[in-house]
């Protein structure tokens, strides 16, 4: 196994990312966090993802990005945050910022996952 790590922009780095794991891999299944995040990330990453299922048939898979952090909160912007509580994901004001930390697992955890991936746009249009 090999460890990827980029810096940068998810608008810079995903598809530079991709084509280096793909060069070196054969990737039949893709599980990954649908949301809720930034909203141009999870865009960007959805129709990125969907893509690569579209033309080269990898199947995708997704959780909620609450199952990789063990924080409470997640950051929607200024003070408000996503919270999620009886399974329900919504947004709550805080009084200061908190930036999650995002692990994966050394496992991953197949029952948590969806085949029925759609990004998590928990924010109402502005």
Known sequence: MKKYIKDGKTSDILSSLFDEILHNYKIENIFYANG???FSSLKLT???LQTLYIIQGIKLFCADSF???KDEFINAYGKIHFL???GVIKTTQLNDKKNARFELPNKLDSSIFSDSCFPLYILPAL
Do not use: R, V
């Open 36 to 38: 809720p995040g930034n």
């Open 84 to 86: 999620k509580q009886n």
């Open 46 to 48: 959805h129709i990125f």
């Open 67 to 69: 199952s990789f952090t």
